[in-house]
Each structure stands twice: as C-alpha cells, then as structure tokens.
C-alpha cells in the first residue's frame, strides 16, 4: 500500500493534502462551534454549511474545463494561495454584527474549492503508475479520515483554548504549505506538453473583436458539452453517475434525519452524533488501509459493489436494531463497521473514474461529479425537511439504506469485471489522438 509514497512526486501531493485537510477540519468545526455560540441558533449554524454547498451546484461542473484547459498543478497552486488569503477577512468577525463575514468567506472559499477537487483528482493518474493506482486513492482516503480524526478533534479545543483566530491562521498556513508541497512536483516533460491545452495567440484587448469572445463562449461550452456527451455515451460513466444520484439524494436525506434518529430514537445530544461521526472515521482508516492491501487483487467494479452492498446492509442495521436492542452500544459498533465499506467502495469508484477517462477530460468529470452530488444532497436535505415530520427517521432511513443496498447490487452485476486497462498507462498517446 505504501509503493506510491516512494513516488516523490505522489508523496508531495499526499503531505500537501494530509496538512490541508487538518486545516480544514479545524477551520470546519471550529467555526461551526463558534458561530452557534456567538448566535446560540441552529438555523445559523445551518445557514453556513448551506452557504459553502451552493458553489458545488453553481460552479462544479464549470470548473472541470477549465481545469482541463489549465495546467493542473499551477491551477492547485494558484488556488490554495488564494484559499490562504480568502480566509483573512474572518480576522475581523469578532461579533454578531460581523457575522455576515462569515458568510461570504465561506462562499467564496467554496467557489475556489471547486477547482482544487477534479484538479487534484485528474492530475492522480499522472504522478503514479497505473498498478499503483488503487493504492494511491486508498492513500488519500486515509489522510482524509487522519485529517477528520485530528482537525476534528482539535479544532473545538482551540476554539476554546485560544478562539478563532488560531484556526484561522492554522489554516491559511495549511494552505501555504500545499503551494510549497504542490511546487515541488516535477512533472515528466511529456505530462506537462500534453496535460495542458494550448493556448490560442495573444490578440491585444484593443484589438479583439466581439466575434472573438463569442468565438471563446461557444468553444467554453462545446468543452462542457463534451464533457457530458462522454458520460452518456461511456457505459462505466453512466452507471457510475447513475449510483451518484441515487446515493447523494440518499445521503442528503440520511444527514437531516440522523439529527432525528439520534435525538428521538437514541435519546442522545450532539455528544452523541459527534461520536458516531468520529466512530466512522475511525472505520474509514481501516477500511483505506484495508483497500490498500487488497485492492490490486480484485477489480475496482467488484470492490465497489460489494463495498456498497455491505454499506446499505449496515446502514438497515443501524435503523433497526435500536428497535430490537436498546442502548447505544451497538449502535456505535455499527458506525465503526460501517466505514470500512464505505471507504473500499469510494476508492474504487475513484479508480473507476480515473480509469475511465482519458486525461484532457478528466477534469471536467470529476467536476460534474462534483456538481450532481451536491444538487442531489441538496434535494435530499430539501426532501428530508418536506417529509421527515410526516414519515418519520425510520422508515425514510430504511428508504435510503435500501437503495444504498440496490445500487450497489447494480454495480457488481454491471461494473463487476471493469478493470483499469492501458487507457491510464497510455494518457499521452490518447491526448494527442
């Protein structure tokens, strides 16, 4: 699991990603700790994480061109740096009067953010090679729960220790440190002439005619169309995109309604759903690290059936068995289990997309991936707040964990021999055709 770590350009990118995450998983909670306090209101609270996801609907599939017509690692540097400088406005929140601060930070920052994901995600298959490939997704998946498991934890004790400002300097400096990291990277000269799109001759802003930035709209929307015309026409992406609906709207509904389940079925505070939050991280560890040792022996499409089967089947039992076993214990339990396949299955569906896509598109999928999953749990927490009073946590959450169990059965009939061919080890070759 490890082999992609001796890759000097991999284990920059890595580094540069674990410390990042930390920051923001300071910066996440402890934030959200601060704004509750300061507003002692929930719908405030709420109102930011809402704020950050719009950008994801609005830009995400957008910012996949123009990562595909950018050269990557420069569009990752340029972007942290202004993520650095984005957060220093927040300095200045020291009231409910400067709260709206917080506000446009957090928008702004989102919008910045949506072209880091598919350009760290695209430029992954170019730093590793294509055996390697799984485990350096398992790799990423670890530092992301390493960095939930400590940004967590220690965000909330510096908010108390030394407020605020610590995690917002803790997490401009984060974002630094991934420009350095992301600097370091030496691209193989033939990446770097044919990850980038050339650029069309400098016409003098005096002199370019209207003709020529209609002439750029139309050839900006022919990339996107392009883009989408490759998910409907690939078989792999099709599917993968079909199970992404479904599971996001799943998972839109599933974050409203374990607030209720936790509150009216466990009894529990936010103590409690803390808890199980970290529990699953916890879980998620073992579930990358597991990945990363068994990933090469099985197909990505195999791993990701099974890995979402299991998931929804856990996801049933964390309903229901409360109904037949009282108490919290095995509820917990549960939510540990339940992010080893979730991980295994994430990892793959990762590989998968990589896989699956040639390099000069890779971007813009990975951007309307992101775009569909916000929408979707944007619906869903829509349609948890229409129908949850009425149907109530349990019978919405065996909704949800049913489909889970169902697209994952439609994954290992459909994906289950998908393996990574040549088309990643030969990216140069298929940029050019």
């Given at each position: 699991m490890i082999a992609p770590l001796r890759q000097r350009n991999f284990a920059l990118l890595w580094s540069g990603g674990l410390i990042s995450q930390i920051g923001d998983w300071l910066l996440s909670i402890g934030l959200s700790i601060y704004v509750y306090v300061l507003t002692g209101s929930a719908l405030a609270t709420s109102l930011a994480l809402i704020v950050a996801f719009v950008p994801g609907v609005l830009l995400g599939s957008l910012a996949g061109v123009f990562v595909d017509r950018w050269d990557r690692r420069w569009t990752m540097i340029i972007s942290n740096l202004l993520l650095a400088c984005g957060l220093l406005p927040l300095l200045a929140v020291h009231n409910r009067d400067s709260l709206w601060i917080v506000y446009i930070v957090l928008f702004l920052e989102s919008c910045i953010e949506q072209f880091?994901?598919?350009?760290?995600?695209?430029?992954?298959?170019?730093?590793?090679?294509?055996?390697?490939?799984?485990?350096?997704?398992?790799?990423?998946?670890?530092?992301?729960?390493?960095?939930?498991?400590?940004?967590?934890?220690?965000?909330?004790?510096?908010?108390?220790?030394?407020?605020?400002r610590s995690v917002i300097l803790l997490d401009a400096a984060s974002f630094l440190f991934v420009c350095v990291?992301?600097?370091?990277?030496?691209?193989?000269?033939?990446?770097?002439?044919?990850?980038?799109?050339?650029?069309?001759?400098?016409?003098?802003?005096?002199?370019?005619?209207?003709?020529?930035?209609?002439?750029?709209?139309?050839?900006?929307?022919s990339e996107w169309v392009e883009g989408l015309q490759l998910i409907s026409q690939q078989r792999v992406l099709t599917i993968l995109f079909i199970m992404l609906a479904v599971q996001s709207l799943g998972e839109g509904v599933f974050g409203v309604m374990l607030i209720v389940f936790v509150k009216k079925v466990l009894a529990g505070d936010a103590?409690?759903?803390?808890?199980?939050?970290?529990?699953?991280?916890?879980?998620?560890?073992?579930?990358?690290?597991?990945?990363?040792?068994i990933g090469n022996r099985f197909s990505p499409g195999r791993i990701l059936g099974v890995g979402i089967i299991i998931f929804g089947l856990i996801d049933l039992a964390i309903v229901n068995v409360p109904?037949?076993?009282?108490?919290?214990?095995?509820?917990?339990?549960?939510?540990?289990?339940?992010?080893?396949?979730l991980t295994s299955a994430m990892i793959a569906r990762d590989t998968l997309l990589q896989g699956s896509t040639v390099d000069k598109l890779r971007g813009r999928i990975f951007g309307t991936f992101s775009t569909v999953q916000a929408l979707l749990m944007m619906?869903?927490?829509?349609?948890?707040?229409?129908?949850?009073?009425?149907?109530?946590?349990?019978?919405?959450?065996?909704?949800?964990?049913?489909?889970?169990?169902?697209?994952?059965?439609?994954a290992l009939f459909?994906?289950?021999?998908?393996i990574i061919t040549k088309q990643v080890q030969q990216r140069s070759g298929e940029r050019t055709a």
């Open positions: 880091v994901m598919p350009a760290q995600k695209a430029l992954l298959p170019n730093l590793v090679s294509k055996e390697h490939l799984v485990s350096a997704n398992s790799l990423n998946s670890l530092g992301a729960n390493i960095s939930r498991l400590t940004g967590g934890a220690l965000g909330g004790f510096l908010v108390v220790l030394w407020g605020l990291m992301i600097w370091l990277i030496h691209m193989p000269t033939q990446e770097q002439s044919s990850s980038t799109i050339e650029a069309p001759p400098s016409i003098q802003p005096s002199a370019m005619p209207l003709t020529s930035i209609i002439a750029a709209v139309k050839r900006f929307g103590l409690i759903l803390g808890s199980l939050s970290s529990l699953q991280a916890a879980g998620s560890l073992v579930g990358a690290s597991f990945t990363g040792l109904l037949l076993i009282p108490g919290i214990l095995p509820v917990m339990i549960l939510f540990v289990l339940v992010g080893i396949p619906i869903g927490m829509l349609l948890a707040g229409t129908l949850g009073d009425r149907l109530g946590p349990i019978l919405l959450l065996n909704i949800q964990g049913s489909v889970y169990t169902l697209s994952g059965l439609l459909t994906l289950g021999g998908v």
